[in-house]
Nanobody
Framework: VQLVESGGGLVQPGGSLKLSCAAS????????MTWFRQAPGKERELVAV????????NYADSVKGRFTISRDNAKNTVYLQMNSLKPEDTAVYYC?????????WGQGTQVTVSS
């Protein structure tokens, strides 16, 4: 089982990034997929989740209207489009796959928002 995040980097405030998480080794389409993030000295927090059953989405209040989560089951990939980035979005972003009684994590990708 693997979850491999990519797309992180350094971006100026107000900029955009698109994160990807490529999954392998399990039946991606039946897993709810979630993006979490963890800033230095802070607890890991949920950013956005997309359900396997109907593709419904939920977001943390801090990113609503700026971030969009999506998935492509044919490519076994989940995405996080991040717009209007703020310095407080700086964190390591992790991909999570949640199934029945089991969950998988990626290794994380660093996002730094700074001028």
């Amino acid at each position: 089982v693997q979850l491999v995040e990519s797309g992180g980097g350094l971006v100026q405030p107000g900029g955009s990034l698109k994160l990807s998480c490529a999954a392998s080794g399990f039946t991606f389409s039946i897993y709810d997929m979630t993006w979490f993030r963890q800033a230095p000295g802070k607890e890991r927090e949920l950013v956005a989740v997309i359900a396997s059953a109907d593709g419904s989405t939920n977001y943390a209040d801090s990113v609503k209207g700026r971030f969009t989560i999506s998935r492509d089951n044919a490519k076994n990939t989940v995405y996080l489009q991040m717009n209007s980035l703020k310095p407080e979005d700086t964190a390591v972003y992790y991909c999570n796959a949640r199934g029945y009684l089991i969950a998988y994590w990626g290794q994380g990708t660093q996002v730094t928002v700074s001028s």
